[in-house]
């Protein structure tokens, strides 16, 4: 699948089949992850895949019920992957933490090539950390990031609409237009 194509048909899924993902579509799509850039290449981030039943019901339950993900992680998709990372294995530079971006970055290559293996997934941000760390046995030296849902979609969802880009765009410096 093209890149752009991928691009622009990934969509938060949160209605799964419950088919199994196959072993090697789970690898391609982990390897997607692992070749992310990173600060000083330090690979901060750490997946864990779950495909427990027991374990995705205590992950849905670490949501909020209204979280809209909430059935897809403990119901739906057969895996759900757990995103860490460790901020000391990373930059920080100004206040800004960049072990969020490396982990994003890593997580969103992932959710790319999850999508051109006909999957689905969905980011996961809003759950109660400390009940995702026992539940995954996660060291207190490692955030959790998010979390994602990984199946085949029971449909696609229709796109988000986004901004237009003359509104996030400028040209040579804050507030020019920028023109193509
Ligand atoms: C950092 C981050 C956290 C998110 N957390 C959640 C979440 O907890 N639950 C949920 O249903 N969607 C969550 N989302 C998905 C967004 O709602 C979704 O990406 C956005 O509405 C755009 O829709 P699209 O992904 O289908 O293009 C999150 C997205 C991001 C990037």
């Known amino acids: 699948m093209d890149i752009y194509e991928a691009l622009k048909e990934r969509r938060s899924v949160r209605k799964y089949k419950t088919d199994p993902v196959s072993e090697d579509k789970l690898k391609s799509i982990l390897e997607a ?58 930059g920080k530079q100004d206040g800004k933490d960049y072990y969020l971006l490396d982990s994003g970055l890593a997580m969103q290559q992932l959710m790319l090539a999850a999508n051109a293996e006909g999957l689905g997934t969905c980011w996961v941000a809003w759950f109660d950390e400390a009940k995702v760390r026992t539940t995954c046995n996660v060291p207190p030296d490692f955030r959790i990031v998010a979390l994602t849902p990984l199946g085949l979609p029971e449909k696609q969802p229709s796109p988000r609409s986004r901004k237009d880009l003359s509104e996030i765009t400028y040209a040579e410096e804050w507030g020019q237009p920028f023109t193509s």
């Open 33 to 90: 992850g692992r070749l992310a850039p990173s600060w000083a290449n330090k690979q901060c981030w750490r997946f864990i895949v779950v495909r427990d039943e027991e374990k995705k019901a205590q992950l849905a339950a670490s949501m909020p019920d209204s979280n809209p993900a909430r059935k897809a992680v403990g119901e739906a998709a057969p895996v759900v992957i757990v995103l860490c990372a460790d901020p000391e294995a990373s």
